[in-house]
């Protein structure tokens, strides 16, 4: 189910599709770092929300198939994405260099175990 995107598109690229999407609606004024941190919580609890009285197991099988539910997971994480890339472009912070750095600081923290 997984397509090959993610090796042919960039994270600034796709941060330059969200940030000419948002002006072309006029919203930047609206975007900033309280107002999308506030945002990516309310996507989070929304993604959690469609997992509410649901096993771990029939959540996981019917959202790695075509399904209404994976549909509106897509949707939600999609938006947490965007919002989250949009907080760190608006503080100017490169999401691979912070990555990196918080798996290094994770692994030191957490040994691996094999």
């Not at 609206?30 to 771990?56: C, D, M, R, T, Y």
């Not at 198939?65 to 897509?74: K, N, V, Y």
Request: proline share 2%; hydrophobic share 35%.
């Amino acid at each position: 189910m997984k397509s090959n995107n993610d090796n042919e598109r960039t994270i600034q690229s796709i941060q330059k599709e969200i940030s000419d999407f948002v002006s072309k609606r006029d919203w930047k004024r609206h975007h900033n770092p309280v107002n999308l941190s506030e945002a990516i919580i309310v996507e989070a609890g929304e993604l959690l929300q469609l997992f509410l009285f649901k096993s771990h197991g029939s959540v996981e099988k019917e959202a790695k198939t075509e399904s209404h539910l994976r549909e509106r997971i897509e949707e939600e994480l999609a938006d947490i994405l965007i919002y989250s890339l949009e907080l760190a472009d608006h503080l100017d912070m490169d999401v691979s260099e912070i990555i990196s750095k918080k798996l290094n600081k994770n692994s030191k923290k957490h040994p691996a175990v094999i």
